[in-house]
């Protein structure tokens, strides 16, 4: 067989079609092409709904690159917010890269343009939503285009499609992809893309659906269709969009989180207050506290998690190496722990009777007392010493060696992989004792 020939056919076998098995997905109907991947809708077979699956094209070789997509995956998975779109669930089934997420009622590139000025905004209120709790976990997404606004009947909104998102740390680095014509900052055409570029792609999406025209470059102001915009808005509006689509990036809103609040500054009383009610912001607090409880209600007693993180403020323990809800390792416990005693090391609490820290493994100290503290509960031994120890313990806090036998308590029903230690990733993203991701 030629070499052509065996091109062909390997290229003829990575073809996807209507009514083809994937693993426990049915294959229905392609919805979309793009990019470096392929949407399509089928079926679970095992769940019995419809599910939305992207795989990756076939690229020139005649294979389909995965890699892009892996990316993808293992950064959205750490993002959890409602307002960006979920991994439902990742694998590679018969050589493909699949990730399925939910199927929505489509993307606002479907909708037409003009829109109501309270629609949009309320589209644009959820979308800086999940803009900010990325940004916040040091994410730029690089690709915000009306095509990666998912709509869903129920009037949730939900960004997604992370391919060439970065991951921040430190100082922003260069991308090889510059996102979709038409939506991306200048600073971001010449592969600097930072918050504030996510920032004025968003602008110009609100732009467009309030004029039904969208500013090109070299973006002077006013841009074509300012004359509605002022027909249609307020003197307040017209100078928050000119400020988010400013040239020049240290002009703009610094990331999502300050344009969102900016933004329902620049709206009319009467509809900030209309919105007020179907905006995510009450959603927000009450989905998070309601989390938080179901949480609390199951744990605190095993876990006595009193503190919160600093960055995302989830329950935490002292016993955690890092918080589980976002992975942050900046917490520390000198004025919030019920000990009598620091660590002047790890900044957790030690009782006085310890001679070493059971939390990080450092020189002993020289214990101010040998009486037991009272009202203190042990729930296990070193099978060393014999030394008593509570629950999470990494070292033994008087013999200082490394507690070998993994924490596995009750009322936890899994346990991590790595530490195999109890987790719960119905809650949490990160293993608390090993910092091993959960998810993904």
């Known amino acids: 067989m030629s070499r052509n020939a065996r091109t062909s056919l390997r290229i003829e076998k990575t073809e996807l079609a209507p009514g083809r098995r994937l693993g426990k997905y049915s294959l229905e109907k392609k919805l979309d092409a793009g990019g470096s991947c392929e949407v399509w809708r089928a079926q679970d077979r095992v769940e019995d709904i419809l599910v939305a699956l992207k795989i990756p094209l076939v690229g020139g070789g005649g294979a389909r690159d995965n890699q892009q997509l892996f990316r993808e995956i293992r950064l959205v998975a750490r993002l959890r917010h409602p307002h960006l779109m979920p991994v439902k669930n990742a694998d590679i089934i018969d050589g493909y890269a699949v990730l399925a997420t939910e199927l929505c009622a489509g993307t606002l590139d479907d909708r037409s343009r003009p829109m109501s000025v309270k629609r949009i905004v309320r589209i644009v209120l959820q979308v800086l939503d999940g803009l900010a709790y990325a940004h916040r976990h040091r994410v730029a997404h690089c690709d915000v285009t009306p095509g990666n606004i998912f709509l869903f009947p129920d009037g949730r909104v939900a960004l997604g499609d992370f391919g060439i998102s970065l991951k921040i740390k430190g100082r922003m680095e260069t991308v090889d992809d510059f996102g979709t014509p038409g939506y991306v900052a200048p600073e971001q055409a010449y592969g600097k893309p930072t918050y504030r570029s996510d920032c004025f792609a968003v602008a110009l999406i609100l732009y467009e659906y309030l004029t039904g025209a969208l500013p090109r470059w070299p973006f002077r102001w006013p841009p074509r269709g300012y004359q509605r915009l002022r027909e249609r808005t307020s003197l307040t509006m017209v100078a928050f969009l000119k400020r988010a689509l400013a040239v020049d990036p240290q002009r703009r809103f610094a990331d999502a989180g300050e344009m969102r609040a900016a933004l329902i500054e620049a709206l009319p009383r009467r509809l900030r207050v209309a919105l007020g009610a179907r905006t995510h912001e009450r959603r927000k607090l009450d989905w998070r506290k309601v989390r938080r409880g179901a949480f609390l209600k199951r744990y605190d007693k095993v876990l006595t998690a009193s503190c919160r993180c600093v960055d995302c403020g989830e329950p935490i323990a002292e016993s955690m190496a890092m918080c589980p809800w976002c992975g942050s390792e900046r917490n520390r416990f000198d004025d919030s722990t019920q000990a009598s005693h620091v660590c002047p090391r790890c900044h957790k ?64 029903r899994e346990v991590c992989g790595a530490c195999k230690c109890s987790v719960d990733s119905d809650f949490w993203i990160y293993c608390p004792w090993c910092t091993q991701c959960l998810v993904g």
């Open 349 to 412: 609490g030690v009782l006085p009777e310890w001679r070493f820290c059971p939390w990080c493994y450092g020189p002993g100290f020289k214990s101010p007392s040998s009486t037991p503290t009272k009202g203190v509960r042990y729930h296990g031994r070193c099978t060393h010493c014999k030394g008593k120890l509570m629950r999470f313990m990494r070292y033994c806090p008087w013999c200082r060696r490394k507690v070998r036998k993994p924490w596995q308590v009750r009322p936890f």
